[in-house]
């Protein structure tokens, strides 16, 4: 049988509730855990890899994707010619602010980099901002023009 694409597996799923406390469970006790002190880099390397299986092509989609995904809500805050600025919201976000001293992001950061990548043609990065205080997240994504892939 042939695998269903990103598209098709979000319509197969999208009648199931999903308690926010599994999402949790998996980030916020289980993987820094299974990853150990590292577990910040590999979250943003494995943020890129789930980028490359699963390309947007806009930044419509991407934004689209975070709310599907209930990685929260993310909006472009700024564009300039080599950087972009997003930030995440959402009551998830609120929720694991509140409940978690050393929260990572940087599932979140490596996904926007690749999918970033990807439709600009060129090496990007993203770095992480939380601000507790404002439960928000900023995510600051660079490139260089000259650094085509």
């Known amino acids: 049988m042939k695998e269903l694409s990103y598209h098709d597996q979000l319509k197969e799923l999208e009648e199931i509730t999903l308690h926010p406390f599994s999402v949790l469970l998996l980030r916020d006790y289980l993987l820094p855990d299974l990853l150990g002190k590292e577990h910040h880099s590999i979250l943003y390397w494995a ?12 930044l419509e989609e991407l934004i689209s994707f975070f709310s599907s995904a209930g990685w929260g809500d993310l909006h472009i805050i700024r564009q300039k010619k080599n950087e972009m600025e997003f930030e995440l919201t959402g009551q998830l976000i609120e929720k694991r602010m509140k409940l978690f001293k050393d929260l990572s ?3 979140e950061a490596g996904f926007i980099a690749q999918q970033i990548e990807c439709m600009n043609g060129v090496v990007t990065e993203a770095y992480e901002q939380i601000n507790k205080r404002l439960n928000k997240v900023i995510f600051i994504v660079k490139w260089d023009e000259k650094d085509k892939i």
């Open 47 to 58: 943020g890129k890899q789930l980028a490359r299986k699963i390309q947007l092509s806009t």
């Open 105 to 107: 992001f940087q599932l």
